[in-house]
């Protein structure tokens, strides 16, 4: 089945390091999309990729980073620089990036700093 | 500015009944798609509807329909015939252009929680 993964759901992580997010997807989908989704709100925009080897900053990109070397693979790490990293992350694809695209959505991954 | 507006942070609705849930939106874009997602407690985010901007008929899915009124820019998600099944969290989006027409990008609302009773 077509789908998009994330790994680790569950991710704990001690003030000071550095944590990566894995977002695998298998739709051949060209774009895909990094969420923070915080308690009681909707979804923000992270970063962004249209193709391999290109990425934009969304509406709040500061303290993440993001590489997209495949089209299958989105992965999003979470820096020390991130003041409040602790969210439930969502990584989304679509076909190609345009307003009539419907996003699909993998199950999230909750990141808990201790 | 706020881009996607929902008014109801939660709502109740009997089992069988219909239910509307709002939402409005801005832009000054003339392309735009508008979208209903649910997540349930698991936190999947799951397609519900869309409507694009140029769409002349409103939008519908099953037991989803989209009441697009575009002069009043509002895109109200209906449910019928509700089901125990529905309760979950309801986000509406709209999907706009940017970067001069290289990319697009997805605001979502705060969401609004219904609970479905018996």
């Known amino acids: 089945d077509g789908g998009i993964t994330q790994s680790p759901k569950y991710l704990f992580r001690k003030e000071g390091q550095n944590v990566t997010l894995s977002c695998e997807q298998n739709?051949?989908?060209?774009?895909m999309y990094w969420y923070r989704q915080d308690p009681g709100q909707g979804l923000r925009l992270i970063y962004y990729?249209?193709?391999?080897?290109?990425?934009q900053k969304g509406d709040i990109a500061e303290g993440y980073s993001v590489s997209r070397e495949k089209k299958e693979s989105f992965p999003l790490t979470v820096t020390s620089a991130q003041k409040n990293p602790t969210a439930f992350y969502l990584c989304?694809?679509?076909?190609?990036?345009?307003?009539?695209?419907?996003?699909?959505f993998g199950a999230g991954s909750r990141l808990t700093v201790l | 500015a706020q881009k996607i507006t929902q008014t109801q942070p939660g709502m109740f609705v009997q089992e069988k009944e219909a239910v509307t849930l709002d939402c409005t939106y801005d832009?000054?874009?003339?392309?735009?798609?508008l979208f209903w997602y649910k997540q349930p407690s698991s936190g999947e985010m799951i397609f519900l509807i869309y409507?694009?901007?140029?769409?002349?008929q409103n939008a519908t899915e099953g037991r989803y329909s989209l009441n697009f009124q575009k002069a009043r820019k509002s895109a109200n998600l209906v449910i019928s015939a509700s089901q125990l099944g529905d309760s979950a969290m309801y986000f509406c989006?709209?999907?706009?252009?940017?970067?001069?027409?290289?990319?697009?990008?997805?605001?979502f609302g705060t969401g609004t929680r219904l609970q479905v009773t018996l």
């Open positions: 989304a694809s679509s076909i190609s990036g345009t307003a009539f695209d419907v996003l699909t």
């Open positions: 409507q694009g901007s140029y769409d002349q």
């Open positions: 990729s249209q193709i391999v080897n290109d990425f």
């Open positions: 832009t000054s874009d003339p392309s735009y798609g």
């Open positions: 739709l051949n989908h060209d774009a």
């Open positions: 989006a709209m999907r706009e252009i940017i970067n001069t027409g290289t990319a697009s990008k997805l605001t």
